[in-house]
């Protein structure tokens, strides 16, 4: 595919966002193009921020809490404008080798010979393609070094095993998204990878930060996923279990519980409720077993205030000592 | 927060119900954090502080006391919570009226209109449970038989039930009949403007200082023409039931101590100072005590170990992850895929079939922490000596597993009464505010440089019960630090095992009473603040917050059986 910026389009209408900015487009998507969700709700900011991304080559960053949709939301940017993309997870397993490539045997001619088989950077980085890095604050540093480099606007990349250097496709992009880094880190097995973050943090041109959606947004959501819920009983059911979320995001940050509810938790919950017709039950398998033992009371006095009804797992129900 | 609370025989009730408070608490906590949206807030103590500042949260229901069920506590944490999401305090503060009474009506009124803005069905049962409970007790204490105390009540009762729109309380309807026909005519137009007004507070503030001024000259005027039982009801109404509340002075701890709780602290400006230094010490515990005694402690202190059955590789595999770090180390060869492995080239020629010419970086954990357990060894601490010996070897044990540096340190004096300190102050005339006076002993019971076996008799050492005199607390945890801040470790945890506040019978005397405590608290609070150690406060069967924003309680029975060692892993893995 060529990269033609000479396509543009208008960011009110492909977005649906108050503002006139034009930017460029592909005619036509690829198979590396996501699927267009005719739903998605752009967030005005967070759009913004990504369109210039693509459109002047900026590199974004963006911050938010598990579950609120920010790779999505890079993701439907590219699809609106037929950029092919691809998401890397940085979780603690993905290697140096594997973004830059390794040394693997292979068989031509019935004989075995060693070939350098390309990572994921340099393949991305040769072509139009929007390279998105999840979890960025959890990589590991040997793999933070290789992304330094990439952070340049116009970097070359060194592939110092075979003594090339790439020259950036002026159609490859890059993006990152981390969890809001507040906490610190809970599992103490990634000491430093924070200090090397903030060594990076002011390579990256623009970070933007993308919260939960407002209650009522949430709610419509869960309404259209779970259209049994839809009537004025269900509204107001819904609002509850949307308050609930809210609490345990409030929990989180406030380091009390070490799990929360993404929307897509709360929708797994409506669902399980137009199943068993039991919030309680639903909750406690859409949610509360998945939290640690010890956290479960907390969770139960977020429930209470919500539905004024006591969980299993609730202090209330604990037995008493001696 | 360890809910799993079985019905255990060995435990002592007032542990037990004390655990059971702080687990409450913990948990009221969390749903304040929640609710208010606030990750700063806790407990110290009863009251609620957000970082170090105490809040302003003066009405008298939201502080149940601790007999108080769970209900009760709840309803006073989302009262405090939309207390705090809803209203302003420096606004507040500003609009207060002046006399006692005034102020109490216009702090109801305020917090009143926050729990009217409760919109969760589960928070509007909790308040209203708490609201209940109050109303009973203050009833059932004989309070509303005097005509102040009925006037106070029925205000309470009137105006909650015009805010929220929910009914009086049942029981004591008739009773408040009178004085509620007497208010709604003196103050009508202010009480229905109540809840007209309830999300302004600058609004509502106006008809409440009007109810709030009415009821003070109605209460002067109760109080004026009483028949004798006046003063002694008023000062029943006072002590029973504490009715105003006023957190900025009964939290005790120095960041509020503008109220300067240790007089002889507040008048040397918080320097904290010793009187003589001449007679301090630092010791090697295993000096102290004869060999065969120490062979014969450890024995006994071994066997108990033995019998409580914890599962020290299970603890060190817990503790791993919290103190260590993993570093490269060296290659896995072997492996089919990764760098290739240049000396295994030569086994691709002899057979071609051969995949695992390939080598991987291997990485392990290093451990990157000091541990310090720095033990409280006054005199009441006398009979916990060996289960703290076999508690603390146990970690040790665990920490020596995973490489990690650890430390064990005690804190006594050298005589009762000041010694030769208080020797001295009498010397010279006994000057005023001649601060801690006592001979301080630093008890080392094992240093990092020490590895655990070697150290296994100095540890017995805790057994000696001649050791235990009395405790200057802030002093040791300075001292703790102090050698923390000397190691190499970039994380440094220092463990602090207490039963009490400090004691210093010739300190307390000489200075005043809160002197020690006040030094603690301003020392732990400081550590806190710095970063450079992590400090955490494990009581023995007692309550640890006011000092440590980090603590437990750790039930005196279960000393060294593997539940107390859970706990301490659990607080660790939380915190870390």
Same mark, same amino acid.
């Given at each position: 595919m060529e990269f033609r910026p000479g396509l543009m389009v208008s960011a009110r209408d492909a977005f649906g966002i108050d503002s006139g900015l034009m930017v460029p487009m592909f005619p036509e998507p690829n198979e590396h193009v996501p699927e267009i969700d005719p739903a998605y709700r752009f967030n005005h900011d967070v759009t913004l921020a990504l369109l210039a991304g693509f459109a002047h080559n900026r590199r974004v960053l963006l911050q938010g809490l598990h579950g609120t949709g920010k790779s999505t939301h890079i993701e439907q940017v590219a699809a609106r404008l037929n950029w092919p993309c691809i998401r890397v997870n940085l979780d603690g397993h993905i290697s140096r080798l594997d973004l830059v490539g390794k040394d693997t045997v292979v068989i031509e001619d019935g004989r075995q010979v060693t070939r350098f088989q390309e990572g994921v950077v340099p393949w991305a980085l040769q072509q139009p393609m929007a390279l998105i890095f999840d979890e960025y604050d959890a990589g590991r540093p040997d793999v933070m070094f290789v992304i330094q480099r990439l952070l340049e606007r116009d970097g070359s990349f060194t592939l110092t095993d075979q003594n090339r250097v790439l020259r950036p496709h002026p159609g490859f992009r890059l993006f990152a998204t981390s969890n809001?880094?507040? %906490?610190?880190? %809970?599992?103490? /097995?990634?000491?430093g990878v924070q200090r090397l973050n903030h060594a990076q /943090?002011?390579?990256?041109?623009i970070v933007a930060s993308l919260n939960y959606l407002p209650a009522a947004e949430e709610i419509a959501i869960v309404q259209s996923r779970v259209p049994s819920l839809a009537d004025g009983p269900g509204t107001a059911l819904v609002a509850s279990m949307v308050e609930v979320a809210n609490l345990t995001r409030q929990g989180f940050l406030a380091g009390d519980v070490s799990t929360l509810m993404s929307p897509r938790t709360v929708i797994s919950w409506a669902e399980n409720v137009a199943v068993f017709r039991d919030p309680a039950l639903a909750f406690r398998l859409s949610f509360v077993n998945k939290c640690d033992e010890s956290e479960r009371t907390v969770v139960a006095e977020y429930f209470q205030r919500c539905f004024d009804a006591e969980l299993e797992e609730s202090f209330e129900r604990a037995p008493a000592y001696a | 927060m360890d809910s799993t609370a079985t019905a255990d025989r060995t435990v002592t009730p007032d542990t037990a119900a004390r655990r059971r408070q702080q687990q409450i608490r913990q948990l009221c906590a969390a749903s304040i954090r929640a609710l208010a949206a606030d990750p700063a807030l806790d407990f110290r103590g009863d009251h609620l502080y957000r970082g170090r500042t105490v809040l302003p949260l003066n009405a008298p229901h939201l502080y149940p006391d601790d007999a108080a069920d769970f209900g009760s506590s709840r309803g006073a944490a989302d009262g405090m919570a939309l207390r705090l999401l809803h209203s302003d305090a420096s606004l507040h503060a500003r609009l207060r009226p002046a006399g006692q009474t005034a102020r109490l009506v216009f702090e109801l009124l305020e917090q009143f209109r926050t729990e009217s803005l409760a919109g969760q069905p589960g928070v509007v049962r909790n308040l209203r449970v708490r609201h209940e409970a109050w109303s009973t007790q203050f009833h059932r204490s004989g309070l509303t038989e005097t005509s102040l105390g009925l006037l106070l009540y029925t205000v309470a009762q009137v105006c909650r039930s015009r805010v929220t729109g929910e009914p009086v309380v049942a029981e004591t309807e008739d009773l408040i009949e009178q004085t509620r026909g007497r208010l709604s005519a003196l103050l009508g137009s202010d009480l229905a403007l109540l809840r007209r007004l309830r999300t302004r507070q600058a609004d509502y503030a106006e008809p409440a200082l009007a109810i709030a001024v009415v009821v003070e000259s109605l209460a002067d005027s109760a109080q004026a023409n009483n028949d004798g039982g006046a003063e002694r009801s008023a000062r029943k109404t006072r002590e029973q039931f504490s009715l105003l509340v006023d957190a900025e002075e009964d939290a005790w701890l120095p960041e509020t101590?503008? &109220?300067?709780? &240790?007089p002889t602290l507040a008048d040397d400006g918080g320097a904290y100072r010793a009187f003589t230094t001449a007679y301090d010490r630092v010791q090697r515990a295993d000096s102290l005590v004869r060999v065969e005694l120490l062979h014969d402690y450890r024995r006994r202190l071994d066997k108990r170990i033995v019998d409580s059955g914890v599962n020290v590789a299970l603890l060190a595999r817990r503790l791993e992850p919290l103190l260590c770090v993993p570093v490269t180390s060296g290659w896995n060869s072997g492996q089919e895929e990764g760098m290739i492995d240049g000396s295994r080239l030569s086994q691709l020629v002899c057979s071609p079939a051969e995949r695992r010419l390939f080598q991987t970086e291997r990485h392990e954990a290093r451990p990157a922490t000091v541990v310090t357990f720095l033990i409280d060894c006054s005199g009441s601490m006398k009979q916990h000596g060996e289960g703290i010996a076999a508690y603390v070897d146990v970690f040790l044990r665990a920490l020596e597993r995973i490489g990690v540096a650890s430390e064990v340190l005690g804190f006594t004096t050298g005589a009762w009464n000041g010694g030769k300190a208080a020797r001295d102050w009498k010397r010279a005339r006994s000057p005023r505010r001649p601060g801690r006076l006592n001979e301080v002993n630093h008890l080392l019971f094992k240093d990092a440089d020490t590895n655990w076996r070697k150290a296994r008799p100095g540890i017995a050492a805790l057994l000696k019960t001649t050791l235990y005199r009395e405790g200057i607390d802030g002093e040791a945890v300075q001292w703790a630090a102090r050698r923390l801040a000397d190691r190499p470790e970039q994380r440094r945890i220092l463990i602090v095992l207490s039963d009490g506040s400090p004691a210093d019978g010739a300190t307390a005397l000489a200075n005043d009473e809160h002197y020690l405590q006040q030094h603690l608290a301003t020392v732990v609070r400081e550590l806190e603040d710095s970063g450079a150690v992590n400090v955490f406060g494990v009581g023995l069967g007692l309550d640890m917050s006011p000092y440590f924003s980090r603590s437990l309680i750790l039930d005196t029975e279960r000393l060294g059986q593997p539940e107390g060692v859970r706990e301490l892993t659990c607080l660790l893995e939380r915190s870390l």
């Open positions: 809001t880094v507040g %906490l610190g880190n %809970l599992n103490g /097995m990634y000491h /943090m002011d390579r990256w041109n | 101590a503008a &109220s300067g709780t &240790s």
